[in-house]
Nanobody, 123 residues
Framework: VQLQASGGGLVQAGGSLRLSCTASRRTASNNGMAWFRQAPGKEREFVAAISWNGGSTFAADSVQGRFTISRDNTRNTVYLQMNSLKPEDTAVYYC?????????????????WGQGTLVTVSS
């Protein structure tokens, strides 16, 4: 499975962006998916995840109430709507496909990763 992420860019604090990640194969529609991010000099961290059918989602405390993950299995695509962005949200954002139909905040659960898209939030 190949993943193509897009939608990153430069935005002012308080602004919004929507990231997209499209999978090359429909089989990704049977798996949980997630977004992670990695800021310069920091470890890659969990942002949000969604079950195979979109019926359940989970987000990190740091983005709760600001970020929303969703998916459209007819398009093999997962989205991350990011609102009320803060400078500390600046990072490269990666999408990932999980090993099963559910999800996890543990990186080891995910076996396919996109190339990343850069989000920069200015103060």
């Amino acid at each position: 499975v190949q993943l193509q992420a897009s939608g990153g860019g430069l935005v002012q604090a308080g602004g919004s962006l929507r990231l997209s990640c499209t999978a090359s194969r429909r089989t990704a529609s049977n798996n949980g998916m997630a977004w992670f991010r990695q800021a310069p000099g920091k470890e890659r961290e969990f942002v949000a995840a969604i079950s195979w059918n979109g019926g359940s989602t989970f987000a990190a405390d740091s983005v709760q109430g600001r970020f929303t993950i969703s998916r459209d299995n007819t398009r093999n695509t997962v989205y991350l709507q990011m609102n009320s962005l803060k400078p500390e949200d600046t990072a490269v954002y990666y999408c990932a496909v999980g090993r099963g139909s559910w999800y996890s905040s543990d990186r080891s659960f995910y076996n396919y990763w996109g190339q990343g898209t850069l989000v920069t939030v200015s103060s």
